[in-house]
Nanobody, 121 residues
Framework: QLQASGGGLVQPGGSLRLSCAAA??????????IAWFRQAPGKGREYVSCISSMDSSTYYADSAKGRFTLAKDNAKNTVYLQINSLKPEDTAVYYC??????????????WGQGTQVTVSS
């Protein structure tokens, strides 16, 4: 139901904008809480951020505060995760997920396939 995109190879200090779009028509992201998680090599999945369905409130993990910005474009049925001042420790596969409410632990009913972010010089 979800497609994550926008990852790539970027130098430290650079920026990326990740996108989470509905993979099928009729799946309206504005009706769902949309969260981003990431999984670095050899590590568990980590909650990053979430935007709520009702009032588009945004929530961030401590590790994401200040450099990550989550926004929703209802006209494009897409949620964007802007990441600035990228660090090597941001290297991970980033996943978007849809659920009923924002939560660091879920549950989330739908998941995107993930997009690789690699931060390296």
């Amino acid at each position: 139901q979800l497609q994550a995109s926008g990852g790539g190879l970027v130098q430290p200090g650079g920026s990326l904008r990740l996108s989470c779009a509905a993979a099928t028509s009729g799946f309206i992201l504005d009706y769902k809480a949309i969260a981003w998680f990431r999984q670095a090599p050899g590590k568990g999945r980590e909650y990053v951020s979430c935007i709520s369905s009702m009032d588009s409130s945004t929530y961030y993990a401590d590790s994401a505060k200040g450099r990550f910005t989550l926004a929703k474009d209802n006209a494009k049925n897409t949620v964007y995760l802007q990441i600035n001042s990228l660090k090597p420790e941001d290297t991970a596969v980033y996943y978007c997920a849809a659920g009923e409410v924002c939560s660091a632990v879920g549950p989330y009913d739908y998941w995107g396939q993930g997009t690789q972010v690699t931060v390296s010089s």
